[in-house]
């Protein structure tokens, strides 16, 4: 039976990657400094004689800000790069580029605790166009600062959280980074 955890402190965020639509398994996406979400939720509300009796909020997506690392493969993905038309080895960006629609998972870690949350975004779009930040002599090389809205996949969910000592089904775990979906996570009634 998998345990229990009751605290759970976000230290350290790691091994990203990307599974674009359409490819059959993930990416490293790269190196994360950081990462911020914030949802966007839609409120219902119920008026009697003008008068707010009821509201009920709800999510209808996230908005990801992600720093990073990112490596040359998944990038020119992300940003719709293309060498079409081109010589082997040129790419390039403009009105005709398209963004591919991917897949996002993480490894969170509580380094107090020594567990992993395994995090996954399964409905994902670049929110922004490429940026470029290049500073001759810097001490450090810049992280790209990147925007994803995180929308929601069939099952109406943006998120999907596990903790890996809570996992009763060892393939989840072992699927998770390379091909999540969200039927890898859904319960099969018995039959």
């Known amino acids: 039976m998998p345990t229990t955890i009751e605290e759970f402190d976000a230290v350290r965020i790691t091994n990203f990657n990307i599974k674009f639509k359409g490819e059959q398994t993930a990416q ?94 399964p409905n994902c779009t670049s929110s922004t166009g490429l940026t470029l930040s290049i500073e001759n002599g810097a001490d450090e090389v810049a992280e790209l600062e990147l925007e994803f809205t995180a929308m929601v996949d069939d099952n109406k969910n943006c998120y999907y959280e596990a903790l890996l000592d809570e996992l009763a089904d060892t393939t989840v775990a072992e699927t998770w980074r390379t091909n999540f979906t969200p039927d890898l996570v859904k319960e099969v009634p018995a039959p």
């Open 28 to 121: 490293s996406f790269g190196c994360v400094g950081q990462l911020e979400g914030e949802t966007e939720m839609i409120t219902i509300v119920k008026k009697c004689e003008g008068v707010e009796t009821k509201s009920k909020s709800k999510p209808q997506k996230m908005t990801l800000s992600l720093n990073a690392h990112v490596k040359v493969a998944p990038l020119r993905s992300i940003f719709g790069l293309s060498n079409e038309g081109l010589k082997p080895g040129v790419y390039s960006y403009g009105s005709n580029s398209k963004s591919k629609d991917f897949v996002l998972t993480a490894d969170v870690i509580d380094e107090f605790e020594d567990l992993t949350k395994l995090i996954a975004f």
